[in-house]
C-alpha cells in the first residue's frame, strides 16, 4: 500500500484522502518513512539528469516515470511537507555518517558522529558508514563535507564507496563534476590540483561535468575524468582505491604491531654491507622528479604515486662499478594497464656498449622480467621475448599491496622471481653480465611503452644474492596485512 501511495505521490496523481492517509503511515511507521526517503531521493536525485541522457549524449532509449507536476500535486505536497516537518527536523539532527575506524587519522576518532561540517585529513584513511548503510573509505589528504547522509562534497582527496539498495541515488560531488550513484561499489579522485576522476568497479554511476549538458551512465569497468566542462574516458585505475573490506585489513594489520615489526627489519637492512640504497620514501626532500605524495602501504605513511605518461622518480645508485650479485624488492600496488610494460626500475640507458644495465619491469601479461643489456638465455631457457619473466601473474585483480623480488647473481648465470615472499621461477642464462647501476628511474623512463601507473613503497637495492629465507621474512615483516 505504501508504495502505491508513494508512486502517486511523486507522479502528481494523489488524491487528497490518500495524501492524508500517507501522511498517517509516514508519522507512525518508521519502515515507511525509510522507503519514503529512499524513492524520494532517487527521485531527485535522476530528474535532473534525466532528459536525454546516455553514454554518448544521443536520447536515451531507457526512461523513468517521470512526469510534469500538476497544480494539484504541488498543493499536496505542500502539505505534506507542512505535516511531515516535524519528522524531517528531527530526522535532520541524526548523524549523516558514523566512523567506523580512523587508520593513522589524528583528526577524527572512532564512533565520531559527522553531520554537516567540514573536515579536514592530512594523513592516514577514514572508514566511514553513512545513515543508509553506504560504506567509505576516504584517504588522505582529503577534505570533504556531508550535505546529507546522501550527498558528499569532496573539496580534495581519495573515496571508495560500496553503496546497498538503501543507499541508491548517493552522490559524490567535486569540484568539477558529480557522480550519482545507482547501486554499485565505485571511487571518485580529487587532487589537490587538476580534475576528478570517476571509476566504476561494479554497478552503474552516472556522471555529469561541472557545467556540462551531456550525462554519462557509467558500468563496470568504466572511468573518467572530468575535464573543462567535459567526461574524457580514461583507463581504470584498479589499484588506486582502498576498499572497505581492504580497510579492515590494513587496521587489522596496525593493531597487531606489523608497522613497529616492519621498522625494526628494515634497521636491519640499513647495517647490511651490501646495501646499495633502500627507500622508504616517508620523506620526499631528497627525492626528484614527477609523481604525486600519497598514502604508503601504511596507513598515515607515504610512497610516491604514478599516473600519468611523464610520471616518474630520479635515482642516482651504485656509482660507477659492477656488481656481480644483485637483488631487488619492493612493495607495490600497481594497476593492471594494457600498457607493454611498467618500469619498476630502469637505469638510464639501454646501450650495447655498456652491457649489464638493468630494467625491472612488469609485461603486459603481468609477469614480473629483469633484463639486462648484453645477457643471453641458455639453450634449456624457454622465454617468450628473450628475457627472464617470472611464471605467475604479480599483480591482483583488483588492488592491494604485494612485494615482488628479483635476484641476479651473473657468477651463478640464474634470475630467480619471488611473489610475497615465495620462490616463483628460475631462469638459466647462457652470457651473464655483472649488474650496471647509475642514474635510473623509477616510473614512465621517457617512453609510452614504460609507463607505470599505482605506487611504490621501500625499494630495496642489495648488492649480493638474497636467499628464498631472507626474502621470506623481508615479506612477512613488512606486510601490512594480518
Same mark, same amino acid.
Given at each position: 500500500?505504501?508504495?502505491?501511495?508513494?508512486?502517486?505521490?511523486?507522479?502528481?496523481?494523489?488524491?487528497?484522502?490518500?495524501?492524508?492517509?500517507?501522511?498517517?503511515?509516514?508519522?507512525?511507521?518508521?519502515?515507511?518513512?525509510?522507503?519514503?526517503?529512499? /524513492?524520494?531521493?532517487?527521485?531527485?536525485?535522476l530528474a535532473a539528469m534525466a532528459a536525454g541522457w546516455t553514454k554518448?549524449?544521443?536520447?536515451?532509449?531507457?526512461?523513468?516515470?517521470?512526469?510534469?507536476?500538476?497544480?494539484?500535486?504541488?498543493?499536496?505536497?505542500?502539505?505534506?511537507?507542512?505535516?511531515?516537518?516535524?519528522?524531517?527536523?528531527?530526522?535532520?539532527?541524526?548523524?549523516?555518517?558514523?566512523?567506523?575506524?580512523?587508520?593513522?587519522?589524528?583528526?577524527?576518532?572512532?564512533?565520531?558522529?559527522?553531520?554537516?561540517?567540514?573536515?579536514?585529513?592530512?594523513?592516514?584513511?577514514?572508514?566511514?558508514?553513512?545513515?543508509?548503510?553506504?560504506?567509505?573509505?576516504?584517504?588522505?589528504?582529503? *577534505? +570533504?563535507?556531508?550535505?546529507?547522509?546522501?550527498?558528499?562534497?569532496?573539496?580534495?582527496?581519495?573515496?571508495?564507496?560500496?553503496?546497498?539498495?538503501?543507499?541508491?541515488? +548517493?552522490?559524490?560531488?567535486?569540484?568539477?563534476?558529480?557522480?550519482?550513484?545507482?547501486?554499485?561499489?565505485?571511487?571518485?579522485?580529487?587532487?589537490?590540483?587538476?580534475?576528478?576522476?570517476?571509476?566504476?568497479?561494479?554497478?552503474?554511476?552516472?556522471?555529469?561535468?561541472?557545467?556540462?549538458?551531456?550525462?554519462?551512465?557509467?558500468?563496470?569497468?568504466?572511468?573518467?575524468?572530468?575535464?573543462?566542462?567535459?567526461?574524457?574516458?580514461?583507463?581504470?585505475?584498479?589499484?588506486?582505491?582502498?576498499?572497505a573490506d581492504e580497510m579492515s585489513e590494513l587496521t587489522a594489520g596496525?593493531?597487531?604491531?606489523?608497522?613497529?615489526?616492519?621498522?625494526?627489519?628494515?634497521?636491519?637492512?640499513?647495517?647490511?654491507?651490501?646495501?646499495?640504497?633502500? &627507500?622508504?620514501? *616517508?620523506?620526499?626532500?631528497?627525492?626528484?622528479?614527477? +609523481?604525486?605524495?600519497?598514502?604508503?602501504?601504511?596507513?598515515?605513511?607515504?610512497?610516491?604515486?604514478?599516473?600519468?605518461?611523464?610520471?616518474?622518480?630520479?635515482?642516482?645508485?651504485?656509482?660507477?662499478?659492477?656488481?656481480?650479485? &644483485?637483488?631487488?624488492?619492493?612493495?607495490?600496488?600497481l594497476d593492471r594497464l594494457g600498457a607493454p610494460y611498467q618500469s619498476? +626500475?630502469?637505469?638510464?640507458?639501454?646501450?650495447?656498449?655498456?652491457?649489464?644495465?638493468?630494467?625491472?619491469?612488469?609485461?603486459?601479461?603481468?609477469?614480473?622480467?629483469?633484463?639486462? /643489456?648484453?645477457?643471453?638465455?641458455?639453450?634449456?631457457?624457454? *622465454?617468450?621475448?628473450?628475457?627472464?619473466?617470472?611464471?605467475?601473474?604479480?599483480?591482483?585483480?583488483?588492488?592491494?599491496?604485494?612485494?615482488?623480488?628479483?635476484? #641476479?647473481?651473473?657468477?651463478?648465470?640464474?634470475?630467480?622471481? #619471488?611473489?610475497?615472499?615465495?620462490?616463483?621461477?628460475?631462469?638459466?642464462?647462457?652470457?651473464?653480465?655483472?649488474?650496471?647501476?647509475?642514474?635510473?628511474? /623509477?616510473?614512465?623512463?621517457?617512453?609510452?611503452?614504460?609507463?607505470?601507473?599505482?605506487?611504490?613503497?621501500?625499494?630495496?637495492?642489495?648488492?649480493?644474492?638474497?636467499?628464498?629465507?631472507?626474502?621470506?621474512?623481508?615479506?612477512?615483516?613488512?606486510?601490512? #596485512?594480518?
Amino acid at each position: 500500500m505504501s508504495t502505491k501511495l508513494i508512486d502517486a505521490y511523486l507522479d502528481g496523481s494523489l488524491t487528497a484522502p490518500e495524501m492524508q492517509q500517507l501522511n498517517a503511515l509516514l508519522l507512525s511507521d518508521a519502515e515507511v518513512r525509510r522507503e519514503f526517503a529512499e /524513492i524520494l531521493n532517487m527521485d531527485s536525485a535522476l530528474a535532473a539528469m534525466a532528459a536525454g541522457w546516455t553514454k554518448d549524449g544521443a536520447p536515451a532509449a531507457r526512461q523513468t516515470h517521470w512526469r510534469a507536476r500538476s497544480p494539484r500535486w504541488i498543493a499536496a505536497a505542500a502539505s505534506g511537507a507542512l505535516l511531515l516537518s516535524g519528522w524531517w527536523w528531527q530526522n535532520s539532527q541524526h548523524a549523516f555518517a558514523t566512523v567506523e575506524k580512523a587508520a593513522g587519522v589524528v583528526e577524527m576518532a572512532d564512533g565520531s558522529a559527522l553531520r554537516d561540517e567540514s573536515h579536514e585529513i592530512k594523513a592516514g584513511s577514514v572508514a566511514l558508514v553513512t545513515a543508509r548503510g553506504a560504506r567509505i573509505v576516504i584517504e588522505a589528504p582529503a *577534505e +570533504f563535507r556531508f550535505e546529507s547522509a546522501q550527498r558528499l562534497h569532496m573539496k580534495r582527496g581519495r573515496l571508495a564507496a560500496d553503496v546497498p539498495p538503501a543507499a541508491k541515488g +548517493f552522490t559524490v560531488i567535486t569540484p568539477t563534476g558529480d557522480a550519482i550513484d545507482l547501486g554499485t561499489r565505485f571511487g571518485v579522485d580529487v587532487p589537490s590540483s587538476g580534475s576528478a576522476e570517476v571509476h566504476v568497479f561494479q554497478g552503474e554511476v552516472i556522471a555529469k561535468a561541472s557545467g556540462a549538458k551531456a550525462k554519462q551512465s557509467l558500468r563496470t569497468g568504466d572511468a573518467i575524468t572530468f575535464d573543462q566542462g567535459a567526461s574524457t574516458s580514461r583507463e581504470l585505475r584498479s589499484s588506486a582505491f582502498i576498499q572497505a573490506d581492504e580497510m579492515s585489513e590494513l587496521t587489522a594489520g596496525l593493531a597487531a604491531g606489523r608497522r613497529a615489526q616492519s621498522d625494526a627489519a628494515l634497521e636491519k637492512w640499513k647495517s647490511d654491507s651490501a646495501l646499495i640504497a633502500l &627507500l622508504d620514501f *616517508e620523506t620526499d626532500d631528497a627525492l626528484t622528479g614527477i +609523481f604525486r605524495r600519497v598514502q604508503g602501504r601504511w596507513p598515515g605513511s607515504h610512497a610516491p604515486e604514478f599516473v600519468n605518461v611523464g610520471d616518474h622518480l630520479k635515482l642516482d645508485v651504485g656509482g660507477d662499478r659492477d656488481w656481480p650479485q &644483485l637483488s631487488l624488492a619492493a612493495w607495490v600496488r600497481l594497476d593492471r594497464l594494457g600498457a607493454p610494460y611498467q618500469s619498476l +626500475f630502469h637505469t638510464d640507458g639501454w646501450d650495447s656498449s655498456n652491457p649489464g644495465q638493468v630494467h625491472w619491469m612488469i609485461n603486459r601479461d603481468t609477469t614480473m622480467r629483469l633484463a639486462l /643489456i648484453g645477457n643471453t638465455l641458455s639453450r634449456d631457457a624457454n *622465454e617468450r621475448d628473450g628475457h627472464p619473466d617470472s611464471r605467475t601473474s604479480v599483480l591482483p585483480e583488483q588492488g592491494r599491496w604485494v612485494h615482488l623480488a628479483t635476484v #641476479y647473481d651473473s657468477r651463478a648465470k640464474t634470475v630467480r622471481f #619471488y611473489l610475497n615472499g615465495q620462490f616463483d621461477k628460475q631462469t638459466l642464462l647462457h652470457v651473464a653480465h655483472p649488474a650496471r647501476l647509475g642514474p635510473s628511474q /623509477i616510473g614512465n623512463w621517457n617512453q609510452q611503452d614504460r609507463k607505470l601507473s599505482g605506487r611504490v613503497d621501500e625499494l630495496l637495492l642489495l648488492g649480493r644474492a638474497m636467499t628464498d629465507d631472507e626474502i621470506y621474512a623481508l615479506h612477512a615483516a613488512g606486510n601490512p #596485512y594480518r
